[in-house]
Protein backbone atom coordinates (compact mmCIF):
# COMPACT_ATOMS: atom_id res chain seq x y z
CA UNK A 1 0.00 0.00 0.00
CA UNK A 2 1.58 3.56 -0.59
CA UNK A 3 2.36 4.92 2.49
CA UNK A 4 2.52 8.35 1.58
CA UNK A 5 -1.49 8.77 0.32
CA UNK A 6 -2.85 12.19 1.33
CA UNK A 7 -6.21 10.64 1.02
CA UNK A 8 -6.05 7.04 2.32
CA UNK A 9 -9.60 6.69 2.25
CA UNK A 10 -10.02 8.25 -1.16
CA UNK A 11 -7.18 5.56 -2.29
CA UNK A 12 -8.95 2.79 -0.57
CA UNK A 13 -12.14 3.58 -2.62
CA UNK A 14 -10.62 3.60 -5.60
CA UNK A 15 -8.35 0.43 -5.80
CA UNK A 16 -11.47 -1.45 -4.79
CA UNK A 17 -13.13 0.14 -7.71
CA UNK A 18 -10.17 -0.64 -9.87
CA UNK A 19 -10.53 -4.32 -8.79
CA UNK A 20 -14.05 -4.51 -9.97
CA UNK A 21 -13.13 -3.22 -12.84
CA UNK A 22 -10.18 -5.25 -13.97
CA UNK A 23 -12.27 -8.35 -13.15
CA UNK A 24 -15.23 -7.23 -15.39
CA UNK A 25 -12.45 -6.80 -18.45
CA UNK A 26 -10.81 -10.05 -17.46
CA UNK A 27 -14.17 -11.88 -16.97
CA UNK A 28 -16.03 -10.02 -20.34
CA UNK A 29 -13.14 -9.35 -22.74
CA UNK A 30 -10.12 -11.87 -21.78
CA UNK A 31 -7.57 -9.73 -23.08
CA UNK A 32 -7.00 -6.14 -23.77
CA UNK A 33 -6.45 -5.28 -27.81
CA UNK A 34 -3.83 -2.00 -28.74
CA UNK A 35 -3.43 -0.40 -31.48
CA UNK A 36 -2.55 2.55 -33.15
CA UNK A 37 -5.03 5.68 -33.18
CA UNK A 38 -5.23 9.08 -34.88
CA UNK A 39 -4.64 12.16 -32.82
CA UNK A 40 -4.32 15.36 -33.90
CA UNK A 41 -4.66 17.03 -30.53
CA UNK A 42 -1.14 15.82 -30.37
CA UNK A 43 1.68 15.70 -32.63
CA UNK A 44 4.50 12.86 -31.27
CA UNK A 45 8.01 13.82 -32.49
CA UNK A 46 9.48 10.45 -34.79
CA UNK A 47 12.86 12.40 -35.60
CA UNK A 48 14.11 15.90 -35.74
CA UNK A 49 12.14 16.90 -38.05
CA UNK A 50 9.17 14.49 -38.36
CA UNK A 51 5.57 14.28 -36.02
CA UNK A 52 2.96 12.26 -36.44
CA UNK A 53 -0.36 12.65 -35.07
CA UNK A 54 -0.32 8.97 -34.03
CA UNK A 55 -1.08 7.33 -30.48
CA UNK A 56 1.36 3.85 -30.77
CA UNK A 57 0.05 0.94 -28.56
CA UNK A 58 -3.22 3.20 -27.26
CA UNK A 59 -5.53 0.25 -25.40
CA UNK A 60 -8.60 0.27 -27.76
CA UNK A 61 -11.53 0.14 -24.75
CA UNK A 62 -14.64 -2.35 -25.14
CA UNK A 63 -17.45 0.08 -26.09
CA UNK A 64 -18.93 -0.01 -22.85
CA UNK A 65 -16.40 1.29 -20.82
CA UNK A 66 -15.89 4.93 -22.15
CA UNK A 67 -20.04 5.18 -20.74
CA UNK A 68 -21.29 6.62 -17.70
CA UNK A 69 -22.90 3.98 -16.10
CA UNK A 70 -20.36 1.44 -16.74
CA UNK A 71 -17.71 2.51 -13.64
CA UNK A 72 -20.93 3.99 -11.77
CA UNK A 73 -22.43 0.34 -12.12
CA UNK A 74 -19.70 -0.74 -9.46
CA UNK A 75 -20.48 -0.85 -5.77
CA UNK A 76 -16.88 0.40 -4.97
CA UNK A 77 -17.89 3.72 -6.97
CA UNK A 78 -20.57 4.89 -4.34
CA UNK A 79 -17.67 4.72 -1.90
CA UNK A 80 -15.36 6.64 -4.03
CA UNK A 81 -18.28 9.20 -4.79
CA UNK A 82 -19.08 9.75 -0.49
CA UNK A 83 -15.10 9.98 -0.10
CA UNK A 84 -15.48 13.06 -2.43
CA UNK A 85 -18.49 14.61 -1.95
CA UNK A 86 -17.41 14.33 2.35
CA UNK A 87 -14.09 16.38 1.44
CA UNK A 88 -13.86 19.68 1.09
CA UNK A 89 -10.80 19.47 -0.92
CA UNK A 90 -11.63 17.07 -3.18
CA UNK A 91 -15.23 18.09 -3.71
CA UNK A 92 -13.94 21.32 -5.13
CA UNK A 93 -11.67 19.78 -7.49
CA UNK A 94 -13.96 17.15 -9.08
CA UNK A 95 -16.99 17.22 -11.08
CA UNK A 96 -16.94 21.49 -11.25
CA UNK A 97 -15.25 23.89 -13.72
CA UNK A 98 -11.37 23.50 -12.31
CA UNK A 99 -8.06 25.57 -13.58
CA UNK A 100 -6.85 28.75 -13.00
CA UNK A 101 -9.00 32.20 -12.84
CA UNK A 102 -9.05 32.93 -16.33
CA UNK A 103 -8.94 29.66 -17.95
CA UNK A 104 -10.98 26.40 -17.13
CA UNK A 105 -12.99 23.86 -17.69
CA UNK A 106 -14.96 21.22 -16.71
CA UNK A 107 -13.95 17.86 -14.71
CA UNK A 108 -15.41 15.03 -14.82
CA UNK A 109 -14.71 12.30 -11.98
CA UNK A 110 -15.49 9.12 -15.00
CA UNK A 111 -13.13 10.87 -17.28
CA UNK A 112 -10.84 11.66 -14.82
CA UNK A 113 -10.78 7.93 -13.69
CA UNK A 114 -10.81 6.58 -17.17
CA UNK A 115 -7.50 8.88 -18.56
CA UNK A 116 -5.53 8.88 -15.70
CA UNK A 117 -6.13 5.23 -13.96
CA UNK A 118 -7.65 2.82 -15.51
CA UNK A 119 -5.97 3.46 -19.02
CA UNK A 120 -2.26 3.59 -17.82
CA UNK A 121 -2.71 0.64 -15.43
CA UNK A 122 -3.94 -1.33 -18.61
CA UNK A 123 -1.06 0.05 -20.89
CA UNK A 124 1.36 -0.68 -18.50
CA UNK A 125 0.56 -4.18 -17.53
CA UNK A 126 -0.74 -4.99 -20.86
CA UNK A 127 -3.31 -7.57 -19.62
CA UNK A 128 -6.58 -7.00 -17.18
CA UNK A 129 -5.00 -8.52 -14.34
CA UNK A 130 -5.29 -5.80 -11.09
CA UNK A 131 -1.42 -4.76 -10.10
CA UNK A 132 -1.15 -3.21 -7.04
CA UNK A 133 2.03 -1.79 -7.14
CA UNK A 134 0.93 -0.12 -10.90
CA UNK A 135 -2.39 1.29 -9.41
CA UNK A 136 -0.17 3.00 -6.46
CA UNK A 137 2.11 4.23 -8.75
CA UNK A 138 -0.89 6.18 -10.89
CA UNK A 139 -3.09 6.79 -7.80
CA UNK A 140 -0.21 8.87 -6.20
CA UNK A 141 0.26 11.22 -10.00
CA UNK A 142 -3.75 11.18 -9.84
CA UNK A 143 -3.67 12.48 -5.94
CA UNK A 144 -1.19 15.11 -6.32
CA UNK A 145 -2.74 16.58 -9.25
CA UNK A 146 -5.98 16.93 -7.42
CA UNK A 147 -4.09 18.29 -4.57
CA UNK A 148 -1.99 20.63 -6.26
CA UNK A 149 -2.11 24.42 -5.28
CA UNK A 150 -0.40 25.60 -8.61
CA UNK A 151 0.11 24.35 -11.54
CA UNK A 152 2.87 26.21 -14.49
CA UNK A 153 1.40 27.73 -17.48
CA UNK A 154 3.93 28.51 -20.19
CA UNK A 155 3.40 31.62 -23.16
CA UNK A 156 5.79 31.43 -25.65
CA UNK A 157 6.16 32.65 -29.49
CA UNK A 158 7.65 30.13 -31.77
CA UNK A 159 10.42 31.67 -33.72
CA UNK A 160 10.24 30.57 -37.62
CA UNK A 161 13.84 30.97 -40.04
CA UNK A 162 15.88 30.28 -36.72
CA UNK A 163 17.85 28.26 -35.16
CA UNK A 164 21.55 27.93 -33.02
CA UNK A 165 24.02 25.83 -33.36
CA UNK A 166 25.27 22.45 -31.74
CA UNK A 167 25.87 22.85 -27.65
CA UNK A 168 23.69 25.97 -27.08
CA UNK A 169 20.93 25.57 -24.73
CA UNK A 170 18.80 27.97 -22.75
CA UNK A 171 19.32 31.56 -23.47
CA UNK A 172 18.20 33.79 -20.20
CA UNK A 173 16.67 37.47 -21.54
CA UNK A 174 15.03 39.31 -18.86
CA UNK A 175 12.27 38.74 -16.01
CA UNK A 176 12.05 35.06 -16.95
CA UNK A 177 11.94 35.07 -20.29
CA UNK A 178 13.96 32.52 -21.91
CA UNK A 179 15.44 31.57 -25.90
CA UNK A 180 15.10 28.24 -26.29
CA UNK A 181 14.25 24.96 -28.33
CA UNK A 182 10.36 24.20 -28.00
CA UNK A 183 9.71 21.01 -26.01
CA UNK A 184 7.18 18.30 -28.41
CA UNK A 185 4.47 19.72 -26.84
CA UNK A 186 4.92 23.43 -27.87
CA UNK A 187 5.75 22.28 -31.28
CA UNK A 188 2.33 20.43 -31.55
CA UNK A 189 0.15 22.98 -30.52
CA UNK A 190 2.52 25.63 -32.39
CA UNK A 191 1.61 22.95 -35.88
CA UNK A 192 -2.47 23.48 -34.64
CA UNK A 193 -1.84 27.20 -34.63
CA UNK A 194 0.10 27.75 -37.68
CA UNK A 195 2.78 29.51 -35.81
CA UNK A 196 5.38 26.87 -37.53
CA UNK A 197 5.13 25.98 -41.12
CA UNK A 198 5.10 22.68 -41.63
CA UNK A 199 4.65 20.02 -44.81
CA UNK A 200 2.36 17.38 -44.95
CA UNK A 201 4.47 14.24 -45.87
CA UNK A 202 2.88 10.77 -46.68
CA UNK A 203 -0.99 11.68 -45.57
CA UNK A 204 -2.97 13.87 -43.31
CA UNK A 205 -0.98 12.22 -39.89
CA UNK A 206 2.54 13.44 -41.14
CA UNK A 207 3.88 16.36 -40.83
CA UNK A 208 7.70 17.94 -41.39
CA UNK A 209 8.63 20.88 -39.34
CA UNK A 210 12.43 22.09 -39.82
CA UNK A 211 14.68 22.23 -37.24
CA UNK A 212 14.30 26.09 -38.56
CA UNK A 213 11.31 26.28 -37.19
CA UNK A 214 11.52 24.48 -33.06
CA UNK A 215 13.14 27.55 -31.25
CA UNK A 216 10.97 29.90 -29.00
CA UNK A 217 10.86 32.74 -26.81
CA UNK A 218 9.68 31.46 -23.74
CA UNK A 219 7.94 32.58 -20.21
CA UNK A 220 6.72 29.94 -17.58
CA UNK A 221 4.69 31.40 -14.58
CA UNK A 222 3.01 29.48 -11.63
CA UNK A 223 -0.64 29.98 -11.02
CA UNK A 224 -3.42 29.15 -8.20
CA UNK A 225 -5.16 26.54 -8.80
CA UNK A 226 -9.32 27.43 -8.72
CA UNK A 227 -12.79 26.03 -8.92
CA UNK A 228 -16.37 27.05 -9.27
CA UNK A 229 -16.73 26.10 -5.97
CA UNK A 230 -13.12 27.35 -4.10
CA UNK A 231 -11.04 30.50 -5.03
CA UNK A 232 -12.34 31.89 -7.82
CA UNK A 233 -11.94 35.42 -7.48
CA UNK A 234 -15.05 37.89 -7.95
CA UNK A 235 -13.45 39.21 -11.21
CA UNK A 236 -11.26 36.96 -13.16
CA UNK A 237 -7.99 38.48 -14.67
CA UNK A 238 -6.49 37.72 -17.37
CA UNK A 239 -2.38 38.02 -18.55
CA UNK A 240 -1.11 40.09 -21.40
CA UNK A 241 0.55 39.22 -23.56
CA UNK A 242 1.61 42.65 -24.30
CA UNK A 243 4.91 42.66 -22.66
CA UNK A 244 5.90 39.18 -24.36
CA UNK A 245 4.72 40.39 -27.68
CA UNK A 246 7.19 43.53 -27.45
CA UNK A 247 9.95 41.30 -26.10
CA UNK A 248 9.95 39.04 -28.98
CA UNK A 249 9.71 41.98 -31.30
CA UNK A 250 12.78 43.15 -29.54
CA UNK A 251 14.25 39.69 -29.89
CA UNK A 252 13.85 39.53 -33.37
CA UNK A 253 15.37 43.08 -33.94
CA UNK A 254 18.39 41.81 -31.87
CA UNK A 255 18.91 38.65 -33.84
CA UNK A 256 18.70 40.10 -36.73
CA UNK A 257 21.53 43.19 -35.66
CA UNK A 258 23.68 40.08 -33.98
CA UNK A 259 23.34 37.79 -36.50
CA UNK A 260 21.75 38.81 -40.25
CA UNK A 261 19.35 36.55 -41.22
CA UNK A 262 15.62 35.97 -41.80
CA UNK A 263 13.92 34.94 -38.80
CA UNK A 264 10.73 36.02 -37.42
CA UNK A 265 8.26 35.96 -34.36
CA UNK A 266 5.09 34.31 -34.79
CA UNK A 267 1.99 34.17 -32.95
CA UNK A 268 1.81 33.69 -29.32
CA UNK A 269 0.71 30.82 -27.70
CA UNK A 270 -0.58 29.64 -24.18
CA UNK A 271 -0.06 25.85 -22.86
CA UNK A 272 -0.06 24.20 -19.24
CA UNK A 273 3.47 23.10 -18.24
CA UNK A 274 3.97 19.46 -19.43
CA UNK A 275 5.36 17.87 -16.36
CA UNK A 276 2.20 18.94 -14.52
CA UNK A 277 -0.63 17.20 -13.46
CA UNK A 278 -2.98 17.94 -17.20
CA UNK A 279 -5.45 21.09 -15.85
CA UNK A 280 -6.38 22.60 -18.69
CA UNK A 281 -7.51 21.16 -22.00
CA UNK A 282 -5.35 22.07 -24.98
CA UNK A 283 -3.70 25.71 -25.85
CA UNK A 284 -4.41 28.76 -26.35
CA UNK A 285 -2.89 31.45 -28.82
CA UNK A 286 -3.25 35.38 -30.36
CA UNK A 287 -4.18 35.08 -33.88
CA UNK A 288 -2.04 37.74 -34.91
CA UNK A 289 -0.32 37.60 -38.29
CA UNK A 290 2.58 35.46 -39.28
CA UNK A 291 5.10 37.73 -40.85
CA UNK A 292 7.36 36.34 -43.36
CA UNK A 293 10.56 35.08 -43.38
CA UNK A 294 13.13 33.97 -46.73
CA UNK A 295 13.84 30.23 -45.45
CA UNK A 296 17.05 30.13 -47.75
CA UNK A 297 18.55 32.60 -45.39
CA UNK A 298 17.96 31.60 -41.87
CA UNK A 299 19.18 32.92 -38.52
CA UNK A 300 21.46 31.06 -36.60
CA UNK A 301 23.02 31.55 -33.46
CA UNK A 302 25.81 30.54 -32.33
CA UNK A 303 27.78 30.42 -28.80
CA UNK A 304 30.15 33.17 -29.37
CA UNK A 305 27.28 35.60 -30.38
CA UNK A 306 25.18 34.68 -27.32
CA UNK A 307 26.95 37.64 -24.97
CA UNK A 308 26.19 40.32 -27.92
CA UNK A 309 22.57 39.00 -28.38
CA UNK A 310 21.54 39.89 -24.63
CA UNK A 311 23.59 42.82 -24.05
CA UNK A 312 22.11 44.12 -26.91
CA UNK A 313 18.17 43.14 -26.27
CA UNK A 314 18.13 44.72 -23.35
CA UNK A 315 19.83 48.35 -24.48
CA UNK A 316 16.70 47.57 -26.75
CA UNK A 317 14.69 47.94 -23.96
CA UNK A 318 15.93 51.23 -22.70
CA UNK A 319 13.57 54.34 -23.25
CA UNK A 320 16.91 56.07 -24.80
CA UNK A 321 16.90 53.98 -27.56
CA UNK A 322 13.60 53.01 -27.54
CA UNK A 323 12.22 56.76 -27.98
CA UNK A 324 15.04 57.46 -30.62
CA UNK A 325 12.43 57.53 -33.92
CA UNK A 326 14.78 57.72 -36.43
CA UNK A 327 16.91 54.87 -35.09
CA UNK A 328 13.82 52.81 -34.39
CA UNK A 329 13.12 53.29 -38.08
CA UNK A 330 16.48 52.27 -39.28
CA UNK A 331 16.46 49.04 -37.09
CA UNK A 332 12.54 48.15 -38.81
CA UNK A 333 13.82 48.73 -42.18
CA UNK A 334 16.82 46.16 -41.59
CA UNK A 335 14.26 44.16 -40.53
CA UNK A 336 12.17 44.34 -43.16
CA UNK A 337 14.97 43.85 -45.31
CA UNK A 338 15.89 40.79 -43.75
CA UNK A 339 12.73 38.95 -45.00
CA UNK A 340 13.12 39.78 -48.46
CA UNK A 341 13.84 37.25 -51.06
CA UNK A 342 14.12 39.28 -53.74
CA UNK A 343 17.91 41.15 -53.86
CA UNK A 344 16.81 44.30 -55.15
CA UNK A 345 14.30 44.42 -52.69
CA UNK A 346 16.38 44.03 -49.76
CA UNK A 347 18.88 46.48 -51.19
CA UNK A 348 16.36 49.08 -51.07
CA UNK A 349 15.61 49.02 -47.80
CA UNK A 350 18.84 48.27 -46.09
CA UNK A 351 19.84 51.52 -48.00
CA UNK A 352 16.73 53.38 -46.71
CA UNK A 353 17.71 52.64 -43.55
CA UNK A 354 21.43 53.75 -43.84
CA UNK A 355 19.91 56.99 -44.92
CA UNK A 356 17.84 57.53 -41.99
CA UNK A 357 20.23 56.46 -39.64
CA UNK A 358 23.18 58.32 -41.13
CA UNK A 359 21.74 61.17 -42.60
CA UNK A 360 18.16 61.45 -41.18
CA UNK A 361 19.08 61.38 -37.65
CA UNK A 362 21.68 63.80 -38.25
CA UNK A 363 19.69 66.47 -39.91
CA UNK A 364 21.94 66.18 -42.98
CA UNK A 365 20.39 68.22 -46.29
CA UNK A 366 23.01 67.98 -48.53
CA UNK A 367 23.18 66.96 -52.00
CA UNK A 368 25.92 64.24 -51.85
CA UNK A 369 24.09 61.67 -49.59
CA UNK A 370 25.92 58.75 -51.38
CA UNK A 371 29.27 60.02 -50.56
CA UNK A 372 28.48 61.25 -47.02
CA UNK A 373 26.57 58.20 -46.10
CA UNK A 374 29.21 55.97 -47.14
CA UNK A 375 31.77 58.51 -44.85
CA UNK A 376 29.80 58.69 -41.77
CA UNK A 377 29.65 54.68 -41.72
CA UNK A 378 33.46 54.11 -42.72
CA UNK A 379 34.28 56.76 -39.57
CA UNK A 380 31.14 54.85 -37.19
CA UNK A 381 32.82 51.55 -37.97
CA UNK A 382 36.56 52.30 -37.76
CA UNK A 383 38.55 49.37 -36.12
CA UNK A 384 34.98 47.24 -36.08
CA UNK A 385 36.53 43.83 -35.38
CA UNK A 386 33.38 41.71 -36.36
CA UNK A 387 33.67 43.45 -40.18
CA UNK A 388 37.41 43.33 -40.10
CA UNK A 389 37.65 45.88 -43.16
CA UNK A 390 39.50 48.56 -43.64
CA UNK A 391 37.37 52.13 -43.27
CA UNK A 392 38.29 53.39 -46.85
CA UNK A 393 36.82 49.55 -47.70
CA UNK A 394 33.80 50.63 -45.92
CA UNK A 395 33.59 54.31 -47.55
CA UNK A 396 34.02 52.87 -51.18
CA UNK A 397 32.27 49.93 -50.81
CA UNK A 398 28.85 52.23 -49.25
CA UNK A 399 28.74 54.88 -52.50
CA UNK A 400 28.92 52.36 -54.76
CA UNK A 401 26.18 50.23 -53.03
CA UNK A 402 24.18 53.87 -52.59
CA UNK A 403 24.92 54.15 -56.39
CA UNK A 404 23.74 50.79 -57.51
CA UNK A 405 20.55 51.63 -55.20
CA UNK A 406 19.71 54.77 -57.02
CA UNK A 407 19.91 52.42 -60.69
CA UNK A 408 17.79 49.77 -59.49
CA UNK A 409 15.49 52.78 -58.01
CA UNK A 410 15.55 54.58 -61.28
CA UNK A 411 14.83 51.60 -63.73
CA UNK A 412 18.86 51.25 -64.60
CA UNK A 413 20.67 47.96 -64.64
CA UNK A 414 22.51 47.87 -61.11
CA UNK A 415 24.44 44.69 -63.27
CA UNK A 416 25.90 47.75 -65.67
CA UNK A 417 27.83 48.87 -62.67
CA UNK A 418 31.08 47.54 -61.27
CA UNK A 419 29.43 44.86 -58.67
CA UNK A 420 31.78 45.15 -55.54
CA UNK A 421 31.67 43.35 -52.24
CA UNK A 422 32.85 44.85 -48.60
CA UNK A 423 36.62 43.37 -49.06
CA UNK A 424 36.71 45.31 -52.72
CA UNK A 425 36.58 41.83 -54.69
CA UNK A 426 33.90 41.35 -57.25
CA UNK A 427 30.56 40.80 -56.73
CA UNK A 428 28.73 37.85 -58.95
CA UNK A 429 25.58 39.12 -58.05
CA UNK A 430 23.15 42.02 -56.17
CA UNK A 431 22.66 39.30 -53.54
CA UNK A 432 26.08 39.83 -52.81
CA UNK A 433 26.19 43.71 -52.65
CA UNK A 434 23.03 43.64 -50.77
CA UNK A 435 24.72 41.04 -47.73
CA UNK A 436 27.65 43.33 -47.63
CA UNK A 437 25.29 46.09 -47.15
CA UNK A 438 23.35 43.85 -44.40
CA UNK A 439 26.85 43.46 -42.72
CA UNK A 440 27.62 47.29 -42.38
CA UNK A 441 24.57 48.20 -41.52
CA UNK A 442 24.04 45.94 -38.62
CA UNK A 443 27.58 46.78 -37.05
CA UNK A 444 26.38 50.37 -37.49
CA UNK A 445 23.16 49.85 -35.97
CA UNK A 446 24.66 47.76 -33.01
CA UNK A 447 27.42 50.92 -32.15
CA UNK A 448 24.46 53.59 -32.38
CA UNK A 449 22.57 51.62 -30.22
CA UNK A 450 25.36 50.83 -27.80
CA UNK A 451 26.71 54.33 -27.75
CA UNK A 452 23.18 55.74 -26.34
CA UNK A 453 22.60 53.10 -23.96
CA UNK A 454 26.14 53.77 -22.72
CA UNK A 455 25.43 57.62 -22.34
CA UNK A 456 22.17 57.23 -20.97
CA UNK A 457 23.58 55.19 -18.18
CA UNK A 458 26.38 57.61 -17.40
CA UNK A 459 23.96 60.17 -17.13
CA UNK A 460 22.02 58.61 -14.93
Known sequence: MLQTARKPGLRAALASLMMDAFDDLATVDAVPTFETQPDFQTWTRQGQESFLALRRN???????????????????????????????????????????????????LITLLLRYLLDPMVRDTRSYQYNEATFDQHYQALEAGLLAERVRLVQFVPLNAFTATAGVGTIPLRDGVVLQEMTDLQISAAIGYHAVPGQFAGGTNSVHVSRFHQWALTLEQAYPIVSDRAGMPPQPTAPSYDELINTAERLVAALRIVCGGSGVATRPIH?????????????????????????DRPTILDRGQIESLQRLH?????????????????????????????????????????????LKRYGYKGQRKGSELARRAANLLTADTVLAVEPFQVEEFMARAYRVRNAEMHGDDPVALELRQLDGSRARGLGAVAEGVDQTMRRAIYRVVEDIAVQSAMSE
Open 58 to 108: AWRMPDRVPLLRWLEGFEAMKSVRSVITTDPELNARVDCCVGVEFWSHGRN
Open 314 to 358: GYLGQPAVATDRNLQKAIRRLVIAGSQADPAERLTDLIVAAEVLL
Open 271 to 295: IQHEDDFPLVNGSSAVRTAVPGADY
